[in-house]
C-alpha cells in the first residue's frame, strides 16, 4: 500500500497480484453536513447531476465507455464526503480512469440536466419516504445529531425544488478541488497506471479552501417519538444511543460488540427475539460512525399486537450477561469477514474509502485486524456494560394501535 502526494493530491494505492480489475474512487470531503440550510441536499444533488454530461463526455459515452466492458460507475453521498468510483477490466482502465476524472472536474452543468435530476431526486426522496426503513433512520438522526449532521442526506422536499443551476455551479467550483479530495486505486495498479494517473492529475491546480465543520453530539428526545402510519400492518423500531468513534481506543471493542449483538442468524438478538420467540422476521444492530463519534442502533419490525413483549425481552437481554456468551462469535466472525475482504480490491477499497469518509487519517486493514486480535473478555465486558445499559431513544413507525405500548427503554 503506497500513500503519497501527486500535484496536489493525496493518492493511496493498494496493488494486488493475480486480478485482473482495477478500481478507482475520487472522494471529495464535503458532503451533506457541510451544506448551509438553504442548500441542504445540495452535495447529493450535485452527485446527481454530474452525471448528465461533461466537457469531454456526454450523458449516454460516460456510462457506456464503463459499462460496456462490464464495469461500474457509481457515486455515493454521506455527510462529509461525497464518492465516484469505477471498477473496470484492467484493459480499460485508463479510458475509464479519464471518463471518471471528467465527471469529477469537468462537468457541463446546464439548466435542462438539473431540471430532469430535480425530477428524479424528488421521485428518489418519495422512495425513501414510502419506505419504512430508510424514513425511520432519517427521523431518528433528525432528533438525535442537531444541526446539519442530523438532517436527511437527501435534503428536503422544499430545497430540492429549490435548488438552482448557478448553486450547483458555486458549490462544485468551492467544494471540487485536490486538495480536498484523496483518490484511492485498488487492484492491478502496475507501474503504467500510476505515471499516466500522476501525469492527469498534476495537470489540476485548482486551489480552495474548507472549514472544519465539527462533529455533532447526541441528543436524547424526552420522550419517545413515534409517527402514525395507518397503511402500515407493521410497527419498525429503531433504538439510538452513543458509542466511540472511529478514533476512538475502545472502537474494536464496540466493532465485535456490534457483532455479537446484532450481526448474522446466530448473534444475541436474532437468535434470542426471532429463532426462540419468533416475534419478528428481522432484527439487528447497526454503527453509524464518525471520527470523533458515533450511534448504535437497533432495527426491528413486528405486528403491533408483539410489541410488548418485544420490548420486555429487548431489556431483559441488554440488562443480562448473555451478551458475555457470545464473546468468541462475535471476535471470529468479525476477523473472518475482515479475512475474506482481504481477497477482493474492490471490498478493500471499500474499507479504506468508508474509513477515510468518516474522516479518519488511518485507514490499515491489517492494523485493525491486529486490534481485534488483541482484545480480550475484559475488554468486551467493559464497553457492552458501557454500551448497553442507561437510557436508549427510541423511535418508532406504523399504526396508531402499537403507540400504546411505546417508552423510553430504560435498561
Not at 17 to 44: M, Q, R, W, Y
Not at 55 to 68: A, G, M, R, T
Not at 251 to 276: D, Q, V
Request: glycine letters at 6%.
Amino acid at each position: 500500500m503506497v500513500d503519497e502526494t501527486i500535484g496536489k493530491f493525496r493518492v493511496i494505492s493498494i496493488p494486488f497480484d493475480n486480478v485482473k480489475t482495477t478500481s478507482c474512487a475520487f472522494i471529495v470531503k464535503s458532503g451533506s453536513a457541510d451544506e448551509p440550510d438553504p442548500l441542504a441536499g445540495v452535495s447529493h444533488y450535485l452527485e446527481h447531476v454530474v452525471f448528465r454530461g461533461t466537457k469531454k463526455y456526454d450523458h449516454f459515452q460516460l456510462k457506456y465507455i464503463v459499462e460496456s466492458v462490464g464495469g461500474v460507475l457509481n457515486a455515493f453521498t454521506e455527510r462529509r464526503a461525497t464518492v465516484f468510483y469505477i471498477k473496470v477490466p484492467e484493459m480499460n482502465f485508463l479510458k475509464s480512469f479519464d471518463v471518471l476524472k471528467s465527471l469529477v472536474f469537468e462537468p457541463t452543468i446546464d439548466e435542462e440536466s438539473v431540471e430532469i435530476e430535480r425530477k428524479v431526486i424528488l421521485e428518489e426522496y418519495k422512495m425513501n419516504r414510502d419506505d419504512p426503513v430508510s424514513y425511520l433512520h432519517d427521523l431518528l438522526f433528525e432528533n438525535v445529531w442537531e444541526g446539519p449532521f442530523g438532517r436527511p442526506i437527501l435534503g428536503y422536499e422544499d430545497t430540492i425544488r429549490s435548488i438552482s443551476k448557478e448553486e450547483l455551479v458555486e458549490y462544485h467550483d468551492k467544494m471540487y478541488f485536490p486538495r480536498n479530495m484523496i483518490v484511492v486505486l485498488a487492484g492491478r495498479v502496475n507501474g503504467a497506471f500510476i505515471d499516466v494517473v500522476r501525469k492527469e492529475l498534476e495537470k489540476i491546480d485548482k486551489e480552495g479552501e474548507k472549514k472544519d465543520n465539527g462533529f455533532p453530539n447526541f441528543t436524547y428526545p424526552s420522550s419517545a417519538i413515534y409517527e402514525v402510519r395507518n397503511d402500515m400492518e407493521q410497527v419498525h423500531i429503531a433504538l439510538a444511543k452513543p458509542v466511540p468513534g472511529m478514533e476512538s481506543s475502545d472502537y474494536p471493542a464496540m466493532a465485535l460488540l456490534n457483532t455479537a449483538l446484532g450481526s448474522g442468524m446466530s448473534s444475541l438478538l436474532f437468535h434470542e427475539i426471532r429463532e426462540k420467540e419468533g416475534l419478528v422476521y428481522d432484527i439487528y444492530s447497526q454503527i453509524y460512525a464518525l471520527r470523533e463519534t458515533g450511534v448504535l442502533v437497533i432495527y426491528s419490525s413486528m405486528s403491533p399486537s408483539n410489541l410488548g413483549r418485544f420490548f420486555e425481552k429487548l431489556k431483559k437481554l441488554l440488562s443480562s450477561i448473555q451478551i458475555l456468551e457470545k464473546f468468541d462469535y462475535g471476535k471470529n466472525r468479525l476477523l473472518g469477514k475482515l479475512e475474506m475482504m482481504t481477497e477482493s480490491p474492490g471490498s478493500v477499497m471499500g474499507f479504506v474509502v468508508d474509513r477515510l469518509v468518516c474522516g479518519l487519517e488511518s485507514y490499515d486493514m491489517d492494523s485493525f485486524m491486529e486490534e481485534i486480535k488483541s482484545l480480550n473478555r475484559l475488554d468486551f465486558e467493559k464497553v457492552a456494560k458501557e454500551v448497553l445499559s442507561g437510557s436508549w431513544a427510541v423511535f418508532g413507525l406504523g399504526p396508531d394501535s402499537a403507540r400504546l405500548d411505546f417508552s423510553i427503554l430504560e435498561v
